[in-house]
């Protein structure tokens, strides 16, 4: 079970740390993933990173921006996000998958999301 938190009401110009914790198995056994969906569009690509953390991916949207990381001895993955934009708006969510991939296709478990809110 994956569970996020850390969402919540910024300013443009503002950071967020969002956080996704792992019960009932072992989060480094899995790559780790971040996706968003905003009201009326598909859900996206945000972030993955690998069972290590050594290799991370970013949606070229949030690059520069946004930093995932893991913490394989408290069970958690990270998303710090920068520079927060309006367009940033959307509920987050945390998934496990196999591999390191932006395809959200190939992520077998899901957080129930956070709620990300930039105002400008």
């Known amino acids: 079970q994956l569970v996020e938190s850390g969402g919540g009401l910024v300013q443009a110009g503002g950071s967020l740390r969002l956080s996704c914790a792992a019960s009932g198995s072992h989060f480094g056994s899995h790559a780790g993933g971040w996706f968003r969906q905003a009201p009326g569009k598909e859900r996206e690509f945000v972030a993955t990173l690998t069972r290590s953390g050594v290799t991370t991916y970013y949606a070229d949207s949030v690059k520069g921006r946004f930093t995932i990381s893991r913490d394989n001895a408290k069970n958690t993955v990270y998303l710090q996000m920068n520079s927060l934009k309006p367009e940033d708006t959307a509920i987050y969510y945390c998934?496990?998958?196999?591999?390191?991939?932006?395809?959200?296709?190939?992520?077998?478990?899901w957080g129930q999301g956070t709620q990300v809110t930039v105002s400008s």
């Open positions: 998934a496990a998958s196999s591999a390191a991939v932006a395809d959200a296709k190939f992520y077998y478990s």
